[in-house]
């Protein structure tokens, strides 16, 4: 730490940040982009869906339409693949290719796929830990926490908290394959289940694909980020 700032903290931060701003906008401009670009089949994304499905034994995934532009996702706890209004009847490349990585997801969990079975584990603890974690953390530093203190109270909340908050970092983490795998998962049953049908069809939602992916990882470097964070802030009080 210099002067206050903690330069290992920003080195996860301002990169996250950039990386966050940059995904976002390339997201909405790559799917704007090949979203006007008409797939040669005219195949829409509930359609390549449900042939995706059929050509991986699923056949107990219902697809449905849900409301909102790229809103898409897949459910394992009651298998409903929901598509949003921007792919469910869309025919262009964009669409396909998210309706593709959806069904990636549902692929994943029919075959059992370890990294995604992890994150669903993770799921309550990152929804809890969160949003709890930081606060039970700095409320234990806050109410007098040292490691010369000797209050297992407090004690016990930087510990709660710190565990919590790693929890749900380590789901952010693990995020990271499921999504990569099942954009990989999309890519290549696209092209052998002949939806698509040339190079430029698969380079199109690669490109949609691949900004969507860098959401995550700006996602999981945010989370590492506030973990570090706190961690050197009841670390710094630790020493005094």
Do not use: C
Not at 27 to 48: H, L, P, W
Not at 142 to 167: C, D, E, K, R, T
Not at 210 to 215: C, E, K, Y
Request: positive net charge; without cysteine; charged residues 15%.
């Amino acid at each position: 730490m210099y002067y206050g700032i903690d330069f290992s903290y920003l080195i996860f931060a301002i990169p996250a940040l950039l990386l966050s701003l940059w995904a976002s906008s390339a997201v909405k401009s790559r799917f704007a982009q090949f979203d006007r670009v008409r797939t040669k089949k005219g195949i829409t994304g509930a359609e390549a869906a449900r042939i995706l499905l059929q050509a991986n034994g699923i056949t107990d995934v219902r697809i449905a339409r849900i409301s909102g532009d790229l809103t898409d996702n897949y459910n394992p706890t009651t298998k409903v693949l929901s598509l949003s209004d921007s792919t469910y009847a869309s025919s262009s490349i964009a669409a396909v290719g998210v309706a593709a990585h959806e069904t990636g997801h549902a692929i994943q969990h029919n075959v059992g796929y370890t990294p995604i079975a992890i994150r669903g584990m993770l799921v309550p603890v990152a929804n809890i830990g969160s949003r709890i974690g930081p606060l039970l953390a700095i409320a234990g530093v806050g109410l007098g926490y040292s490691a010369q203190s000797g209050n297992p109270i407090f004690q016990l909340l930087v510990n709660a908290g710190l565990l919590l908050f790693a929890g749900a970092t380590l789901f952010y983490i693990v995020t990271l394959p499921v999504e990569f795998d099942a954009s990989w998962r999309a890519l290549k049953i696209l092209k052998s289940s002949g939806v698509f049908v040339d190079q430029s069809e698969i380079d199109g939602a690669k490109s949609v694909l691949w900004a969507a992916a860098m959401t995550y990882v700006a996602s999981a470097l945010n989370a590492i980020a506030s973990f570090i964070r706190i961690f050197m802030i009841v670390n710094r009080r630790d020493r005094r």
